[in-house]
């Protein structure tokens, strides 16, 4: 019992890490898979388990990066900026927002900052979107195989 709960938990790390490009997330989940395995002698692992299994992580992992590099290709702003640009602009209108009031500290922000978001916001937000996408099918990829695992080598 207490290895099924360490090894979905690790598991559900490893979904959460799927979300970011940088980490991951599914070989962390199948690693959760192997340490199951490893605990009870493999007796529930079909070779077909592992065989999708790995096409999973595969798919999510390298075709992910393709997708990524794929769809943000021909934009005038970089991956990064499109994120990071996206996120302070939120976080400092949250926090003008909490230092100045909720219309004060927006305005404030949109006449400080916010202008530089304006001009590329068309581009920031097609890439952000097409960058959420990426991390869905990855995510979507995690949970099928977190799903396959419970069903079939959680036994």
């Known amino acids: 019992m207490l290895v099924k709960f360490i090894v979905t938990f690790i ?10 490009v940088k980490m991951p997330g599914t070989l962390i989940i ?4 192997v340490l199951y395995g490893t605990f009870t002698g493999f ?8 065989e999708v299994l790995v ?25 990064v900026f499109s994120v ?8 400092g ?8 009031g909720p219309i004060l500290g927006l305005a404030a922000w949109e006449l400080i900052a916010g202008k530089t978001l304006i001009p590329r916001s068309d ?25 396959i695992i419970n069903m079939y080598i959680f036994r």
């Open 11 to 20: 598991m559900l790390v490893g979904l959460l890490c799927t979300v970011s």
């Open 30 to 33: 199948l690693l959760g898979a």
């Open 43 to 50: 007796l529930t692992f079909a070779p077909w388990i592992i």
């Open 55 to 79: 096409f999973l992580v595969v798919a999510a992992e390298l075709g992910g990066r393709a997708l990524r590099i794929y769809l943000t290709r021909n934009f005038s702003v970089t991956r």
């Open 84 to 91: 990071n640009s996206t996120v302070t602009h939120i976080a």
């Open 93 to 100: 209108m949250l926090a003008s927002n909490a230092l100045l």
């Open 123 to 147: 581009h920031v937000l097609q890439v952000v979107f097409r960058l959420a996408g990426v991390a869905a099918f990855r995510v979507v990829c995690g949970v099928v195989m977190i799903v």
